[in-house]
């Protein structure tokens, strides 16, 4: 075999299999919407139910769950808005109402309507919220909204922030009382595969509730929108952070 045949041939294979990984990923993705769709009945007209997220501050929606939002943003059902998106984030930030004004654009941009709240209880902090009081505002948002299917962290709260671990309890406290919305908690991955995305990509293939969506740069777009929060590291953070190109989810 001449070396330009070995070269055709690698060529070739490296193609087949990019194919085989797109198809695996759609297939990740086909079976993440259709679960997320079996809460709605949008073909017999019925759209009164809504999705929801609850977050703690503003800017989590981009730094963790744009892989999410990017599927959300191309499926019919959200994008021809059908389907009602909604995010509760549980405090303002300390930058008075920039941070706000910063959500807001990028909840606009993925035809999110946000809700921000600015009380004593939940302030952007290093502490931990009191989780019965900020769980009365994860119900009555809930109650107001609808919500059938709602997202929020896991009990590692993705970074491990105090506030992030802080709305997981208080929507923990919500479930029972509202046993009938479904809680999709965010996986925390642990140190290495936060930045590894291979692994990360590795573990959504194979975990029945995930999405795989190569999103770097539309996180960096969103985190320059929250201007407020900008840093140089977060060039790092879009471009090798696993939240970038994929969540996985565990149902509650």
């Known amino acids: 075999m001449s070396q330009w045949q070995s070269y055709t041939f690698f060529i070739l294979g490296a193609l087949l299999f990019l194919l085989l990984m797109k198809l695996w990923f759609t297939k990740v993705n086909s079976n993440f919407t259709k679960e997320l769709l079996a809460h709605f009945d949008v073909e017999n007209g019925d759209v009164t ?5 609850v977050l703690a501050h503003p800017d989590d929606e ?13 499926t019919p059902e959200f994008a021809h808005q059908h389907i009602k998106l909604n995010l509760l984030s549980l405090s303002k930030g300390k930058c008075g109402d920039q941070r706000t004004f910063e959500l807001e654009e ?9 809700s921000i709240l600015d009380e004593v209880h939940s302030p952007d902090s290093p502490n931990f919220w009191d989780a019965n009081k ?3 505002r994860v119900e009555a948002f809930v109650k107001d909204k609808k919500a059938a299917v709602l997202f929020t962290f896991d009990q590692y709260g993705a970074s491990g922030h105090p ?12 479930k029972a009382r509202y046993p009938d919305v479904t809680v999709m908690r965010l996986h925390t991955y642990g140190l290495v595969a936060k930045y590894t995305a291979l692994l990360a990509i590795l573990r959504a293939m194979f975990t029945g509730t995930s999405v795989i969506k190569f999103s770097p740069m539309e996180v960096m777009r969103n985190m320059k929108i929250h201007h407020s929060q900008w840093k140089p590291h977060l060039y790092v953070w879009s471009f090798f952070g696993s939240y970038s190109y994929c969540n996985t989810f565990h149902r509650l």
């Open 49 to 53: 139910k809504s999705v929801a997220f």
């Open 62 to 74: 981009s730094m963790f769950f744009t892989p999410l939002l990017e599927l959300l943003r191309v």
């Open 106 to 114: 990028v909840c606009h941009k993925y035809n999110i309507s946000c």
């Open 134 to 136: 900020v769980s009365e």
């Open 163 to 174: 506030n992030h671990i802080s709305v997981h309890n208080a929507v923990i406290n919500m």
